[in-house]
């Protein structure tokens, strides 16, 4: 088993920036592909960026790319997201997520979930 907890949070202005990170327990993740998903009120929950295990390979959504940069350290155990340029539109829960298989944009393969943490822009 995977434990995820997301942590950072918080509310910040448009055009701000914020760190997300994800610490894993339970097993290494370096073999893991990692996820960020969000989800916004009254939305599906949907993909954001992913980083396969070694963290070579790097996958983005178009709405964030250019402003979200995904990276992690293995030694650490943990995935962070780099959020730049953040607009009221960011504002969402946003999940960490972990597979086995490649990075994917479904959240099908993922088999392990966190709790979330909150996001808000303000414009």
């Known amino acids: 088993q995977v434990q995820l907890v997301e942590s950072g949070g918080g509310l910040v202005q448009a055009g701000g920036s914020l760190s997300l990170s994800c610490a894993a327990s339970?097993?290494?993740?370096?073999?893991?592909?990692m996820g960020w998903f969000r989800q916004a009120p009254g939305k599906e929950r949907e993909f954001v960026a992913a980083?396969?295990?070694?963290?070579?390979?790097?996958n983005y959504d178009y709405s964030v790319k250019g402003r979200f940069t995904i990276s992690r350290d293995n030694a650490k155990n943990t995935v962070y997201l780099q959020m730049n340029s953040l607009k009221p539109e960011d504002t969402a829960v946003y999940y960490c997520?972990?597979?086995?298989?490649?990075?994917?944009?479904?959240?099908?393969?993922?088999?392990?979930w966190g709790q979330g943490t909150q996001v808000t822009v303000s414009s």
């Open positions: 997520a972990a597979t086995l298989g490649t990075y994917s944009s479904s959240r099908t393969p993922y088999n392990y």
């Open positions: 980083i396969s295990g070694s963290g070579s390979g790097t």
């Open positions: 339970g097993r290494t993740i370096s073999s893991y592909t």
